[in-house]
């Protein structure tokens, strides 16, 4: 498992490098190497899958991402991709401290679900001191508070056919003639029935910054920072992703990302 996770992430470290230095802030950009079709990309989309595979045989999904302690958070998480979102419905609920924010729960439930920050810090919370490793070569160690996503999906009752959790998120990506695209990921239900998979409002034992994705973002440690989605709107349980967008999955992964990004 480690041979082929290290063969990825120096296919990654080489394979971006070139985009990262161009543009500082790199999930921006894409990497021309990247692009489908691309000896490089055809190489990492096949040593990801068989780490996919060899991971989940491996630890049935039950393994934990490593936590650290309070003394290891040496800086602020660093911000990343967006950080302001100027979504006018975001700055409204901006506007109010979220007050008015919900979560929206739906899809293949028996239950939908709509809930505000209040009911969600209610819930059973919890807290992990984790490393956040983006695919552009940085990494944060910080405290996440949250509430684990199995008590939200348990309320709300999934289907047996439900497969992957796609969450839908506030902040536009790109501007198009079709209209804006807003960022959007998904996991499947053994990560987002993992212990250490949570919808965060805290940060560093405060209140979840705007820059980091309040007022509720994901946190799904066994896999790279692109799937966290942040300024997480709703939550959709379906059974297979090829409606999603462009049917890889997830905002970077319909422009050449992988879709199991497990570190
Ligand atoms: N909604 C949304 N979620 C997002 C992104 C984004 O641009 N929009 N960027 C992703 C990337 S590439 C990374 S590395 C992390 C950054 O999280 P941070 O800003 O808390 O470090 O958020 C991920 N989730
Ligand atoms: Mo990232």
């Given at each position: 498992m480690n041979n082929i996770n290290i063969t990825r992430r120096r296919l990654l470290g080489t394979t971006l490098a070139t985009g990262s230095a161009i543009?500082?802030?790199?999930?921006?950009r894409l990497d021309p190497l990247i692009q489908s079709g691309h000896t490089a990309r055809t190489i990492l989309e096949s040593a990801s899958s068989l780490s996919f595979r060899v991971q989940r045989w491996l630890s049935s999904g039950t393994s934990l991402a490593r936590e650290y302690q309070r003394s290891d958070i040496r800086q602020q998480q660093h911000a990343n991709g967006t950080i302001s979102p100027r979504d006018v419905d975001y700055l409204n609920l901006a506007s109010n401290q979220f007050s008015d924010y919900s979560l929206k729960v739906n899809g293949l439930v028996g239950n939908e679900l709509s809930l505000d920050l209040d009911t969600l810090r209610k819930l059973p919370a919890r807290a992990q001191i984790t490393r956040h490793d983006c695919v552009e070569g940085w990494s944060c160690i910080g405290e996440w508070t949250g509430v684990q996503l199995s008590t939200i999906l348990e309320m709300a009752k999934p289907h047996p056919e439900a497969r992957f959790a796609v969450f839908d998120c506030f902040d536009t990506m790109e501007r198009g003639l079709s209209g804006s695209v807003k960022y959007y990921e998904s996991i499947d239900m053994v990560d987002a029935m993992h212990s250490q998979t949570i919808l965060a409002y805290g940060l560093n034992q405060k209140t979840l910054p705007v820059a980091n994705g309040a007022p509720l973002r994901l946190r799904v440690e066994r896999q790279l920072g692109y799937k966290h989605a942040k300024y997480v709107k709703s939550i959709t349980l379906v059974a297979t992703l090829k409606d999603i967008a462009r049917g890889n999955g997830g905002y970077w992964e319909d422009r050449g990302y992988a879709w199991y990004a497990g570190i």
């Open positions: 543009a500082l802030g790199g999930c921006n």
